[in-house]
């Protein structure tokens, strides 16, 4: 075979489109950057499991690198480096451009930091058959069946009377217990197995199994509830009664680890989306740049952006009007020359499930971020569906920066679909396109993602803010 290329493979390479793996295109310099880039992020996975760990984390992150805290009615200058928090349960932190911001808009990074688990009920404990076990209502849309037979950990807060909040993190140190939701034993599953795999464990059968010890005093029933109860009150200084206004969820107690031989790969938690959301923190924590540029991490996307955290609220529309009547522009101009990459996952086409992808349009594993036109389901239904203009515009700053990415759609038309909160920030008049971390099993207690996909992530950040 010779080198001289014929006229035909020529033609082919100018004229065709082709995806490439990232991990292939990448010299030895920058193959030790993306994985170096996944530590950082594989320590963030441990540390944020839930979203308000998430928001405790991108403060912390963001106070270390001289950010300061923004409260509506504050000036802002040109290079301000500010945070806002809200409820405890989302962030934005923002920098402040040199850039006139009425002519070159803001640069919106959003993510959310939310995740699919366990969520405890309200009056939630009780004690059956030599069990004490926690009443729960799922969030977000899981495959039940997925989060029996896994150790759990408690994460959340406890909100009492007097004002105070307690916080609870258990089964994330080595030697702390862990929790669980009971299966069915095969011997004894066999009607269950032949049902729909929906039924195979009802939403009221996700009790989680939280102590077996019966409190020493032949006068009360339910020991194994109050020895609990004991605990409870010993350790947190709560009583049953401090259930009513807690929020306790039981996620996954599995850390994030290094996945496959060759190491490639992360397995965790919730990547869903904080396989975007770290990247969003630490490009605008990290890197200076002429324009005012946002990374919005924010909660309840998972149950349709919905409430005062999640996308749809005011707060976040009224602070992005705080900023322009702070730096002396009129919002709707603002908005009007706004762009938001709205970063969310998607998912990685799969061949052990090939039938449900269209595999020239799916995101393929290592082949970078991938950009998603339009999500939403039969008919592009509840999708935001970007503008060519946009799309073309996002496609030369990757260009100038070489970031290798990738487009996407989630799956086959007529199979299924999902949303992001791409709709409600292009509601307001600002130009959106969907760009997100292709992951493996999405929304399982353990997802998969690619090292080289999270780090085309980030870079495809840093070119958006350049
Ligand atoms: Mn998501
Ligand atoms: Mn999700």
Same mark, same amino acid.
């Given at each position: 075979? @010779?080198?001289?290329?014929?006229?035909?493979?020529?033609?082919?390479?100018?004229?065709?489109?082709?995806?490439? &793996?990232?991990?292939?295109?990448? $010299?030895?310099?920058?193959?030790? /950057?993306?994985?170096?880039? /996944?530590?950082?992020?594989?320590?963030?996975?441990?540390?944020?499991?839930?979203?308000?760990?998430?928001?405790?984390?991108?403060?912390?992150?963001?106070?270390?690198?001289?950010? #300061? *805290?923004?409260?509506?009615?504050?000036?802002?200058?040109?290079?301000?480096?500010?945070?806002?928090?809200?409820?405890?349960?989302?962030?934005?932190?923002?920098?402040?451009?040199?850039?006139?911001?009425?002519?070159?808009?803001?640069?919106?990074?959003?993510?959310?930091? $939310?995740?699919?688990?366990?969520?405890?009920?309200?009056?939630?404990?009780?004690? $059956?058959? =030599?069990?004490?076990?926690?009443?729960?209502?799922?969030?977000? =849309?899981?495959?039940?069946?997925?989060? #029996?037979?896994?150790?759990?950990?408690?994460?959340?807060?406890?909100?009492?009377? &007097?004002?105070? #909040?307690?916080?609870?993190?258990?089964?994330?140190?080595?030697?702390?217990?862990?929790?669980?939701?009971?299966?069915?034993?095969?011997?004894?599953?066999? *009607?269950?197995?032949? !049902?729909?795999?929906?039924?195979?464990?009802?939403?009221?059968?996700?009790?989680?199994?939280?102590? %077996?010890?019966?409190?020493?005093?032949?006068?009360?029933?339910?020991?194994?509830?109050?020895?609990?109860?004991?605990?409870?009150?010993?350790?947190? %200084?709560?009583? *049953?009664?401090?259930?009513?206004?807690?929020?306790?969820?039981?996620?996954?107690?599995?850390?994030?680890?290094?996945? !496959?031989?060759?190491?490639?790969?992360?397995?965790?938690? %919730?990547?869903?989306?904080?396989?975007?959301?770290?990247? /969003?923190?630490?490009?605008?924590?990290?890197?200076?740049?002429?324009?005012?540029?946002?990374?919005?991490?924010?909660?309840?996307?998972?149950? +349709?952006?919905? %409430? &005062?955290?999640?996308?749809?609220?005011?707060?976040?529309?009224?602070?992005?009007?705080?900023?322009?009547?702070?730096? =002396?522009?009129?919002?709707?101009?603002?908005?009007?020359? @706004?762009?938001?990459?709205?970063? $969310?996952? #998607?998912?990685?086409?799969?061949?052990?499930?090939?039938?449900?992808?269209?595999?020239?349009?799916?995101?393929?594993?290592?082949?970078?971020?991938?950009?998603?036109?339009?999500? !939403?389901?039969?008919?592009?239904?509840?999708?935001?569906?970007?503008?060519?203009?946009?799309?073309?515009?996002?496609?030369?700053?990757? /260009?100038?920066?070489?970031?290798?990415?990738?487009?996407?759609?989630?799956?086959?038309?007529?199979?299924? !679909? +999902? =949303?992001?909160?791409?709709?409600?920030?292009?509601?307001?008049?600002?130009?959106?396109?969907?760009?997100?971390?292709?992951?493996?099993?999405?929304?399982?207690?353990?997802?998969?993602?690619?090292?080289?996909?999270?780090?085309? &992530?980030?870079?495809?950040?840093?070119?958006?803010?350049?």
């Amino acid at each position: 075979m @010779s080198d001289k290329k014929s006229k035909g493979q020529r033609l082919q390479k100018e004229l065709s489109y082709h995806k490439q &793996n990232y991990y292939e295109l990448a $010299d030895k310099a920058e193959r030790k /950057a993306i994985f170096a880039y /996944a530590d950082g992020y594989m320590k963030f996975l441990d540390a944020a499991k839930t979203e308000r760990e998430a928001c405790d984390f991108a403060v912390r992150t963001a106070q270390k690198a001289g950010f #300061t *805290e923004f409260r509506f009615g504050d000036a802002l200058h040109a290079g301000d480096k500010k945070y806002f928090v809200n409820r405890g349960k989302s962030v934005v932190v923002f920098r402040v451009g040199t850039l006139p911001l009425e002519e070159d808009g803001l640069r919106i990074i959003a993510s959310h930091i $939310d995740a699919p688990r366990i969520d405890i009920k309200q009056n939630p404990l009780y004690e $059956d058959s =030599g069990m004490a076990f926690l009443k729960t209502h799922y969030y977000g =849309g899981i495959k039940k069946y997925q989060w #029996t037979a896994i150790p759990l950990a408690l994460h959340g807060v406890i909100a009492l009377k &007097n004002g105070e #909040t307690v916080k609870i993190r258990i089964g994330e140190d080595p030697k702390d217990p862990v929790f669980y939701i009971n299966d069915l034993l095969p011997h004894l599953g066999q *009607e269950q197995m032949s !049902g729909h795999a929906s039924k195979l464990i009802d939403g009221e059968q996700l009790n989680v199994l939280v102590g %077996g010890l019966p409190y020493p005093d032949e006068d009360v029933s339910d020991k194994i509830k109050l020895n609990v109860l004991d605990i409870l009150h010993d350790k947190y %200084g709560i009583t *049953e009664e401090d259930f009513l206004s807690a929020e306790l969820s039981a996620v996954p107690a599995f850390s994030a680890r290094d996945v !496959g031989f060759d190491r490639a790969l992360i397995g965790a938690y %919730g990547h869903d989306d904080r396989v975007c959301a770290y990247p /969003a923190l630490t490009a605008v924590v990290d890197n200076e740049t002429p324009h005012t540029v946002l990374a919005m991490l924010v909660d309840k996307e998972e149950i +349709g952006s919905e %409430g &005062n955290t999640g996308i749809q609220s005011k707060v976040y529309e009224d602070l992005m009007e705080e900023i322009s009547v702070a730096l =002396g522009a009129n919002f709707r101009k603002v908005r009007a020359h @706004s762009k938001c990459l709205s970063s $969310d996952v #998607t998912a990685a086409f799969d061949p052990n499930f090939a039938g449900v992808y269209e595999k020239m349009n799916a995101a393929i594993l290592s082949c970078g971020t991938a950009m998603c036109k339009f999500t !939403g389901s039969r008919g592009k239904s509840g999708s935001n569906d970007a503008n060519a203009e946009f799309i073309g515009e996002v496609r030369k700053m990757f /260009a100038d920066e070489g970031v290798v990415w990738q487009t996407s759609e989630l799956g086959k038309v007529d199979v299924g !679909g +999902g =949303g992001t909160v791409a709709k409600f920030v292009a509601n307001l008049n600002i130009d959106t396109v969907d760009l997100g971390v292709p992951v493996i099993s999405m929304h399982a207690p353990w997802e998969v993602i690619s090292k080289a996909d999270l780090y085309s &992530n980030y870079r495809a950040f840093l070119a958006f803010m350049k």
